[in-house]
């Protein structure tokens, strides 16, 4: 997949329990819960993709109040749900978001962010703002667990990713800004920009796809 390890994908939804309901269906796993973004009106629910990575399913969170901004991952303004974006793992994102902008690439100011999981536990890590993510999302935003434990843990249910791939009107600029983070992913020339990932499960093959 390339320099970086992949860290997640983003499922992004409006109706969080109907799209893990349709996902148990077409790959015979329930996705596990995963928790609340307080503040944001969003919570996850989570698929192990091997090793260290997973799909992150995201939608509203109908126990919080509405957020004062627009829910992350254009939420709000989904009919469906869609294959948003991904992220890179990295150990200094500091260095890896300078080594970035040297080369011509800035995915944004690193965040701190944090949240419980179902148990209680407090996970907490850094991130560069997903809404920076350049090229509709093709490019990913880089993520830092530090020391905290990854949620990608071996009790979460599983699938495989067969493959990850994008499209965009403007192929070579992805690609640049790739290469600006240490990322890799093969990218054509497309009419409109998609990202598109295959999983398999126990019920064969599903496509995951953007809006």
């Not at 509405?66 to 749900?81: S, V």
């Amino acid at each position: 997949m390339g320099c970086m390890s992949l860290d997640h994908l983003v499922y992004a939804t409006p109706d969080l329990e109907s799209t893990a309901a349709e996902l148990e269906r077409l790959l015979g796993v329930r996705p596990a819960a995963g928790g609340r973004h307080p503040g944001f009106g969003t919570r996850n629910r989570l698929v192990r993709l091997g090793g260290t990575s997973y799909l992150e399913i995201v939608g509203p969170d109908p126990e919080q109040e509405p957020p004062a901004t627009p829910r992350p991952f254009g939420i709000d303004r989904l009919e469906a749900a869609a294959l948003v974006g991904w992220a890179v793992a990295v150990d200094d994102i500091d260095a890896v978001t300078a080594r970035a902008r040297a080369r011509g690439y800035d995915p944004g100011d690193p965040l701190d962010m944090s949240r419980r999981t179902p148990t209680g536990d407090l996970l907490a890590w850094r991130l560069t703002p997903p809404e920076r993510a350049g090229y509709d999302g093709l490019v990913p935003f880089l993520i830092d667990w530090g020391d905290t434990p990854h949620p990608a843990g071996p009790g979460l249910p599983a699938a495989e990713l067969v493959s990850l791939a994008g499209g965009h009107p403007h192929a070579e600029g992805v690609r640049a800004a790739l290469a600006a983070v240490g990322a890799r992913l093969d990218v054509d020339e497309q009419t409109r920009p998609v990202l598109t990932a295959i999983l398999s499960g126990g019920h064969g093959l599903v496509t995951l796809t953007g809006p």
